[in-house]
């Protein structure tokens, strides 16, 4: 990639920008940390598998093709 092309001057701006930041690093830490809590713990407690509760692991297409049809119909 040449120095002068967009692509690169793009990559060097947030390439420098994350290689001097003292406070920023410590943000994006716990950013992350807090987005893993959200979306790899909590979903255990609060998104339980309903499919897997309802049908059986065979019948899973049935199931939803049956509850599809069902909602549609008034």
């Avoid at 420098?16 to 807090?34: A, C, E, P, Q, Y």
Wanted: charge should be positive; charged fraction near 25%.
């Amino acid at each position: 990639m040449q120095r002068n092309s967009f692509l690169y001057r793009v990559f060097d701006l947030y390439y420098d920008g994350f290689r001097h930041m003292t406070l920023g690093k410590t943000l994006w830490t716990v950013i992350l940390i807090k987005l893993f809590i959200m979306f790899a713990i909590l979903k255990f407690f609060f998104f339980p598998n309903f499919l897997k509760e309802q049908a059986p692991a065979d019948k899973e297409a049935e199931f939803v093709s049956e509850e599809l049809i069902g909602r549609a119909q008034p």
